[in-house]
């Protein structure tokens, strides 16, 4: 047996508008978000490289870009990819 509640009318919701600042504000900190986060995958990698150089072998770099590779190819999707 199905039973459905309904208190009240429908809110309709065709004539909301967001407001610009809240907008900019999302955008501001999405964009500051994704840039702290690729300069952190940017220093881990260099440190990586550097150890590399050093030591001789690249397995911490290979291992740091195993981590950081996907959120970066996301990124640049997003920033570089097709446009509708």
Wanted: glycine fraction near 10%.
């Amino acid at each position: 047996m199905n039973r459905r509640f309904k208190f009240g009318e429908d809110f309709d919701i065709t004539d909301v508008e967001v407001k610009e600042g809240i907008k900019v504000r999302d955008d501001n900190s999405r964009s500051l978000l994704v840039m702290t986060l690729i300069s952190i995958g940017v220093i881990f990698l260099l440190g990586a490289a550097a150890m590399g150089f050093r030591e001789g072998a690249f397995d911490k770099l290979e291992a740091v870009w195993l981590v950081v590779a996907a959120p970066f190819g996301a990124v640049m999707q997003h920033y570089f990819g097709p446009t509708k």
